[in-house]
């Protein structure tokens, strides 16, 4: 069996730069601290975890200490409080995420109202509404739009970076039926753009696809939604452990990709694992 790999498979621009981000800061004398997951991957998280970050779920004393931000990027309500308990922070929000930041605010302080297209549990999108002062409205269905769109007459809409974009286009041209002045900002990553087009080609040109990456991962999760409506022979695993032999008997080839924080490490192993049971069918 044949095995194509997607060359957009694995590590973003973004996550690279938040793991040599929070690698250096072990460096210093200081301990560093980190609310959450630096990403979504268990791997990468035992990896950090091994380094001398440590993950908390609240802010305590910060003297002393460095708060690391993460990827995905955090509210200014947390940041400040950060600074005020005495923690440093060492930002590594992706500057992609930087960017949705400063289009919301520059939109607020314009009198127009956001609207986020997202996963409102998702912590990019807790830190995009964390910027603003008013409320954000966040949708993540075209088939179900707040009732309260028809009062709003100007709105700007950014999108979760890891989005779909054909769902947030759906999403768009709902809103434009409602709300006269609309701009809408195609804030998707450009790293998303890239796998989501390349996985749109894997699917029909493989017998089976293998999509790599923590259940946690947005990306991950639309790379396999995308794949698996082109193929349903479309698997989503997170180690060696979830592939299964019967997956590959009588097939000629299987395309792999991976998510935006899943290590090559993780890859080579399933690829590994993979060639393995396919030889053994
Ligand atoms: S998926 Fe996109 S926005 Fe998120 S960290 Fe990677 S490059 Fe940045």
Redesign the pocket.
């Known amino acids: 069996m044949k095995i194509k790999l997607a060359k957009s498979a694995g590590f973003?621009?973004?996550?690279k730069r938040?793991l040599s981000i929070a690698l250096k800061t072990t460096r210093s004398s200081f301990p560093v601290h980190m609310l959450g997951d630096i990403?979504h991957n268990e791997d990468v998280v035992k990896e950090i975890n091994a380094s001398g970050i440590k993950k908390i779920t609240k802010l305590r004393d910060g003297k002393g200490k460095m708060l690391l931000v993460r990827?995905?990027g955090s509210c200014n309500t947390i940041l400040k409080s950060a600074l005020k308990r005495g923690y440093t922070i060492v930002d590594a929000t992706?500057?992609?995420?930087k960017e949705i930041h400063r289009i919301v605010k520059q939109a607020e302080n314009l009198g127009r109202r956001v609207i986020i297209i997202g996963d409102k549990h998702h912590d990019?999108v807790h830190g995009i509404t964390g910027q603003l002062k008013q409320k954000a409205l966040i949708i993540d269905n075209p088939g179900r739009l707040p009732a309260s769109l028809s009062k709003i007459r100007s709105a700007t809409v950014v999108v979760q970076?890891?989005q779909n974009l054909e769902k947030a286009l759906s999403i768009v041209e709902k809103l434009k039926e409602k709300i006269f002045d609309l701009e809408f900002c195609n804030t998707i990553?450009?790293?998303?753009k890239i796998k989501q087009e390349e996985i749109k080609h894997i699917p029909l040109n493989n017998d089976c696809v293998i999509v790599i990456g923590s259940r946690k991962s947005a990306?991950t999760k639309r790379l396999y939604e995308i794949s698996r409506s082109l193929n349903p022979k479309t698997y989503w695993v997170q180690s060696q452990e979830n592939l299964k032999k019967s997956w590959f008997k009588g097939m000629r080839s299987a395309g792999v990709t991976a998510g935006?924080s899943t290590p090559d490490a993780t890859t080579n192993k399933i690829i590994a694992a993979i060639k393995k049971l396919s030889r053994s069918r």
């Open positions: 973003c621009f973004g996550v938040a990403v990827a995905h992706c500057p992609m995420v990019e970076s890891t990553c450009k790293p998303t990306n935006a």
